[in-house]
């Protein structure tokens, strides 16, 4: 494998669409690999439309998808002219089950096609697309759809994908892929088979499609091993994720102290990759968590590493697609000390840790009502008559417990779907109000007081790159109000 192909920076993919198109291709151009986020993209490709589709870039990229009748249908559906009423809110999506409805895969064919499609707009660059193994469901149409649109590495964390490149291989000839989907019962785990044959969903005049490169993010060098020898296809790369690192964390390992709580909700050097083991395995691979400074990316290529991923630092630039007060809010608090992150081991419904980014640690999380229409991460329960049903331990309390669970492992969960989506200035509409957003940023920000110096307010991600490329900071003419 030419381990030179690929560039030193990846800018990491963040969920929900917080690495939006704008900031993907703006990396791209820069040479460097630009991601889209894959997650949740039905439900962002719908709201977008209903906003009113500002600067018409949704709809341009919807008349390049190959089957118009289909983008058309999308359209007529979600697509309304000067943006829906603010006090009203936005139309359902389909929520993902294991069997795929037509309604279903044509939105996330579509949706994928149009992030990527925009992100790769205009130049030659690298665009990535980032999905997580925990979210399963929806996986097979979406990587579809990002094909169509020439994505060009796929990437995949919160999990173990090793169906993934496989199936890259199956779609790309246009066959039949399948997904091995968990299944929960009061028997244990076990899986269901989703099977996915793209020519069913299409009309016959398939264009050629690319295989694109396959990155597994993990945290651990025998995850890495046992992916690069036992995956259903090849694995071209590793992004190796520290426990710093912003979005979800893999867990601490078990095995460590007492077994007790406390042991299970601290990290320890046992957690920590062995980077010579990843390095024998002879791919390129990228080391992420708090590597945003020229000093960190050098450190990172003596380890052997290609080089290096990034997300807060991309997180807080102007085109990053967090909403931009909030983003604001974050640098200003941050400067003056007031942004404090942690290692939630609660929060996420996946059960894995989750960063929260917070304004003031003593203060709890705005009470919500709980909701669970979007369902990103409900996932398959088989009811002891032998039925499916899909269950969130985020959902309504009563509701998750008729569905076989315990009230213990509702305490403290939030519902990511709706926090993240109101972040980019999607918040759906409730009893009169917005959802509250939810901010997840890595550990170190320290990258912020070099990118401000000289009281700027805001910087870009070409600016950034000039920074991590070690090159002096061009003269620009954003920094003070974005
Ligand atoms: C706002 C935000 C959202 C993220 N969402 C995802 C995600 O959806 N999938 C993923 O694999 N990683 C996600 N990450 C992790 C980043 O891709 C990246 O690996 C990580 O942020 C690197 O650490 P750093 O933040 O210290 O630079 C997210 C990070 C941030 C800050």
Not at 333 to 339: E, I, K, P, S
Not at 454 to 469: C, H, K, P
Request: aromatic share 8%.
């Amino acid at each position: 494998m030419d381990l030179g192909k690929f560039a030193d920076i990846i800018q990491g993919g963040m969920g929900v669409a917080v690495s939006n198109w704008r900031l993907a291709r703006e990396v791209a151009q820069k040479g460097k690999i630009g991601v889209v986020s894959g997650t949740a993209l039905d439900c962002v490709l719908a709201r977008r439309l209903q906003m009113g589709d500002p600067g018409g870039h949704v709809g341009r990229a919807m008349n390049a998808f190959p089957w118009p009748d289909m983008a058309k249908r999308l359209w007529d559906r979600y697509f309304v002219p000067g943006g829906k009423p603010e006090d009203k809110p936005f139309k359902p999506v389909p929520m993902p089950t294991v069997v795929l409805h037509k309604p279903h895969v044509e939105l996330l064919l579509v949706a994928n096609f149009v992030e990527v499609f925009l992100a790769k707009e205009g130049h030659e660059g690298t665009v990535g697309i980032n999905y997580l193994e925990k979210i399963q469901i929806p996986t097979l149409p979406s990587l579809l759809g990002a094909m169509l649109a020439g994505v060009n590495v796929v990437m995949m964390g919160a999990g173990i994908p090793a169906g993934i490149p496989g199936s890259l291989d199956r779609l790309a000839n246009w066959e039949e892929a399948e997904l091995k989907i968990q299944v929960e019962s009061s028997q244990g785990t076990d899986s269901l088979v989703q099977n996915f044959a793209p020519r069913e969903f299409v009309p016959a005049d398939l264009p050629t499609l690319v295989r694109p490169d396959f990155f597994a993010i993990i945290s651990s060098d025998i995850v890495a091993k046992t992916l690069a020898r036992k995956a259903s296809g090849t694995v071209e790369g590793f992004v190796v994720e520290y426990h710093t690192a912003g979005g979800h964390n893999a867990p601490p390992r078990r095995s460590r102290g007492d077994g007790s709580t406390l042991a299970r909700q601290a990290y320890g050097d046992i957690d920590l990759p062995d980077i010579a083991k990843i390095r024998e395995l002879g791919k390129p691979f990228w080391l992420g968590g708090g590597y945003a400074s020229p000093e960190a990316i050098a450190a990172a290529k003596a380890q052997g590493a290609t080089g290096v991923q990034i997300g807060t630092a991309f997180a807080l630039c102007e085109e990053s697609g967090i909403e931009p007060e909030i983003r604001r809010a974050m640098i200003r608090n941050c400067l003056a000390g007031m942004l404090t992150v942690h290692t939630d081991f609660a929060a996420s419904p996946t059960g894995y840790p989750f960063k929260l980014a917070s304004f003031d640690a003593a203060e709890p999380l705005p009470d919500r009502c709980r909701v669970c229409d979007l369902g990103y991460l409900r996932r398959p329960w088989r009811t002891d008559d032998g039925r499916i049903v899909y269950r969130c331990p985020s959902e309504p309390i009563e509701k998750y417990l008729k569905k076989g669970g315990t009230a213990e492992e509702t305490i403290g969960r939030q519902c990511l779907c709706n926090g993240l989506m109101a972040t980019i200035g999607l918040a759906q509409v409730r009893g009169g109000g917005l959802e509250a957003p939810m901010l997840t940023m890595g550990e170190d920000l320290s990258f912020l007081r070099q990118m401000l110096k000289g009281g700027r307010q805001s910087y870009t991600a070409s600016e950034l790159i000039d920074y991590l490329d070690g090159k002096a900071p061009s003269a620009s003419s954003s920094g003070t109000a974005s």
